[in-house]
């Protein structure tokens, strides 16, 4: 979102990116010329380059890699048509099956070895690198220690790719469902060189569907049935017409003129429609939160942001329940820290991992306590006040609403604390969280993959989403070591995990805000939608119009 990775890994306005897409079942013309779908989303798409991409909401129905994700995120057929993997977990060896990219050329394992190569190559600037983490020699490729060459994947022949691994992954099979780890076509980056996927004709596709008209600025696009597909016989879509919509009363109205098939809905809506039969509702592991920078410029600032005591007060001083049922009023959740709910369950007893994250008086609303906090830490900086400023991405009908809450709520409850609301388009907020020009930052991820680990990477020191600079030595090491030495052994590794997240959570690092769950009006003869918590959020291949 994360989801998120990022809806997913997404950054807040990417995370909020609502997509869907059906097809038809009956074979006449008239009926396929109705295989169109009017879809409306918050937000451009930012890149369809897989390796620069900061998420696959939408394009992840385009790319395609060894697997898919389908019904309640269970892994299902890609481009491969068989797998294996050593009993010690370090090798695994996918056949694919024979399938083309969208211009006739034929898809195969070198394409894959490429598309890893350049992906990792630090040239590229991959903002999702780091998940290739645990592949042999990913981590020194991205951090300049070895050469693109020598990560592990080969292509003994052409229709074989050989993956060797450092250590065992747990999760390695959802991870190679997500597109980031899918092929790319040399032969077509070579030919379009700088212009390589900054307009839809400049690439090509090897998923069930294709982009057309997208010209890297531009608000309106369309994904179209790639016939090349290799199991194109099942999508029986023709075209999905995408506008981009920023006011959902303006999608409101549309739907109602019957100019679009979907459209999500902001809090005052959902009280309106919630009994209405086109009203629905899809949960995502996407978690809103604050950044703290603690790498800030201003000293003063800097000191403040580095103090626990003063983060643990803007968190106790927001009332989650207000936000997420009286303003939001959508069905988002109240979180219990910064992973998910409903993401993963402890292999040992099935208890969700956001429930044994929990840590007392980090998240909860309590006024008394919070102001005891924010007094003891305002000594401890030497401050008598303290004015910061927000930034947010203005691109989601929501952040205007969160943003307003909390600059009002937290100098209600801490007169001291004057937020300053720096509302801006979300590649410019992006930029400036990267840039480290915040004082906190209100943003967001979505679970790439149903794993805790998809969420707490993100915050070890010097991953790329890592913005504000947290970093704990023991967090680090909890996280390393679930993906290192306790990688086979899934109760220590769940309980390295759970450990680490307790941390953060104590320490208040990231303050998580409230978990998305986005309501819609849906037209009634939509059918055979797969819709994901986690990773590519919608898988509309099997999806029709009735």
């Known amino acids: 979102?994360?989801?998120?990775?990022?809806?997913?890994?997404?950054?807040?306005?990417?995370?909020?990116?609502?997509?869907?897409?059906?097809?038809?079942?009956?074979?006449?013309?008239?009926?396929?010329?109705?295989?169109?779908?009017?879809?409306?989303?918050?937000?451009?798409?930012?890149?369809?380059?897989?390796?620069?991409?900061?998420?696959?909401?939408?394009?992840?129905?385009?790319?395609?890699?060894?697997?898919?994700?389908?019904?309640?995120?269970?892994?299902?057929?890609?481009?491969?048509?068989?797998?294996?993997?050593?009993?010690?977990?370090?090798?695994?060896?996918?056949?694919?099956?024979?399938?083309?990219?969208?211009?006739?050329?034929?898809?195969?394992?070198?394409?894959?070895?490429?598309?890893?190569?350049?992906?990792?190559?630090?040239?590229?600037?991959?903002?999702?690198?780091?998940?290739?983490?645990?592949?042999?020699?990913?981590?020194?490729?991205?951090?300049?220690?070895?050469?693109?060459?020598?990560?592990?994947?080969?292509?003994?022949?052409?229709?074989?790719?050989?993956?060797?691994?450092?250590?065992?992954?747990?999760?390695?099979?959802?991870?190679?469902?997500?597109?980031?780890?899918?092929?790319?076509?040399?032969?077509?980056?070579?030919?379009?060189?700088?212009?390589?996927?900054?307009?839809?004709?400049?690439?090509?596709?090897?998923?069930?569907?294709?982009?057309?008209?997208?010209?890297?600025?531009?608000?309106?696009?369309?994904?179209?049935?790639?016939?090349?597909?290799?199991?194109?016989?099942?999508?029986?879509?023709?075209?999905?017409?995408?506008?981009?919509?920023?006011?959902?009363?303006?999608?409101?109205?549309?739907?109602?003129?019957?100019?679009?098939?979907?459209?999500?809905?902001?809090?005052?809506?959902?009280?309106?429609?919630?009994?209405?039969?086109?009203?629905?509702?899809?949960?995502?592991?996407?978690v809103n939160y604050v950044k703290y920078n603690f790498a800030d410029k201003d000293a003063a600032k800097r000191k403040a942001m580095n103090n626990k005591n003063i983060r643990l007060a803007i968190s106790l001083a927001i009332d989650r329940d207000v936000l997420t049922k009286k303003i939001l009023g959508d069905g988002s959740a109240t979180p219990k820290g910064f992973v998910a709910s409903e993401l993963a369950k402890d292999p040992k007893t099935g208890k969700d991992f956001a429930d044994q994250q929990y840590v007392k008086n980090t998240v909860d609303a309590n006024t008394k306590l919070a102001q005891q906090y924010w007094q003891k830490g305002l000594k401890e900086i030497g401050q008598k006040n303290l004015k910061l400023t927000l930034l947010a991405a203005n691109d989601s009908s929501n952040s205007k609403v969160i943003t307003e809450y909390l600059q009002s709520r937290l100098h209600k409850i801490l007169p001291e604390l004057d937020i300053e609301v720096r509302n801006i388009p979300g590649h410019s907020a992006t930029q400036s969280a990267d840039d480290g020009n915040f004082d906190l930052y209100l943003s967001g991820w979505g679970g790439d993959f149903n794993d805790p680990i998809t969420f707490l990477q993100t915050a070890m020191s010097n991953t790329s989403y890592n913005q504000g600079k947290y970093s704990n030595a023991e967090y680090d090491k909890l996280v390393k070591q679930a993906q290192d030495q306790d990688a086979n052994d899934p109760n220590k590794r769940w309980s390295d995990l759970v450990q680490a997240t307790r941390i953060l959570n104590a320490e208040q690092g990231i303050t998580p805000i409230y978990q998305q769950v986005t309501a819609y009006l849906q037209k009634s003869d939509i059918k055979g939608i797969i819709h994901n918590t986690a990773g590519t959020q919608w898988n509309y291949k099997y999806t029709y119009k009735k």
């Open 1 to 286: 979102m994360k989801k998120i990775h990022k809806l997913l890994l997404l950054v807040f306005s990417a995370a909020l990116v609502f997509v869907l897409a059906a097809c038809g079942q009956k074979k006449s013309s008239d009926q396929s010329d109705k295989q169109t779908l009017k879809l409306s989303t918050d937000a451009p798409l930012d890149t369809i380059d897989i390796s620069k991409s900061t998420g696959y909401g939408q394009t992840g129905n385009v790319f395609e890699s060894f697997y898919r994700l389908g019904n309640k995120g269970k892994v299902t057929a890609g481009l491969a048509k068989s797998s294996s993997v050593s009993a010690d977990g370090l090798t695994w060896t996918f056949k694919l099956r024979s399938a083309k990219w969208s211009n006739g050329d034929k898809i195969t394992a070198q394409d894959f070895v490429y598309s890893w190569r350049r992906t990792l190559d630090p040239k590229t600037k991959s903002p999702y690198a780091y998940l290739f983490s645990g592949i042999k020699n990913a981590d020194a490729i991205v951090d300049g220690k070895a050469k693109p060459e020598t990560v592990g994947i080969s292509a003994p022949d052409k229709q074989t790719v050989k993956i060797q691994l450092d250590k065992p992954i747990a999760y390695f099979r959802n991870l190679m469902a997500y597109p980031l780890f899918g092929p790319q076509n040399e032969k077509v980056v070579n030919k379009y060189g700088k212009k390589y996927g900054t307009r839809s004709q400049y690439m090509v596709y090897s998923g069930p569907f294709k982009i057309q008209n997208w010209t890297g600025t531009g608000n309106k696009w369309q994904f179209v049935k790639n016939n090349k597909y290799w199991d194109s016989k099942v999508v029986k879509l023709k075209k999905i017409n995408y506008t981009v919509i920023a006011n959902p009363t303006t999608g409101q109205e549309l739907y109602e003129q019957n100019k679009l098939d979907l459209t999500p809905l902001t809090s005052q809506q959902v009280k309106n429609f919630k009994n209405k039969k086109e009203f629905k509702q899809y949960p995502y592991s996407l």
